[in-house]
């Protein structure tokens, strides 16, 4: 399946915490930040990417403990010269201002200082 095809497939199929996500960044609601949803990024799928921060935001669930693979996508990404901060399905499901908040401080980031991988 082709990275277009599996990101449509990811759109229509969201989780809770990131249709819950969606829902407080979607049409520039979040400081005038457009983010889009399920986007195809060097390889891989972001869950949100603001393309104007080279913002990339990770809803991830209890399947998604921090590994190997996904250290190695992470420093991909930061390669390709996107931040990356990820957040727990419960961060945002219970704590959804926490999690906005978060975002907006690492989006605010100098480049150096927010290429790291972060998490809530």
Not at 80 to 101: K, S
Request: proline fraction near 2%; glycine fraction near 8%; charge should be neutral.
């Amino acid at each position: 399946m082709s990275g277009v095809a599996m990101a449509r497939k990811l759109r229509r199929n969201q989780t809770d915490a990131e249709l819950k996500l969606w829902l407080h960044i979607r049409n520039r609601r979040l400081d005038g930040l457009k983010f889009r949803r399920q986007v195809p990024v060097v390889g891989f799928i972001a869950d949100f990417l603001c393309d104007e921060t080279k913002l990339i935001v990770e809803v991830d669930g209890g399947q998604h403990a921090e590994n190997e693979a996904g250290l190695a996508r992470t420093a991909e990404l930061n390669a390709a010269g996107f931040q990356v901060i990820r957040f727990w399905n419960n961060d945002v499901l219970e704590n959804v201002d926490g999690v906005l908040e978060r975002i907006l401080e690492t989006a605010r980031l100098p480049r150096a200082e927010g290429a790291a991988e972060m998490r809530q």
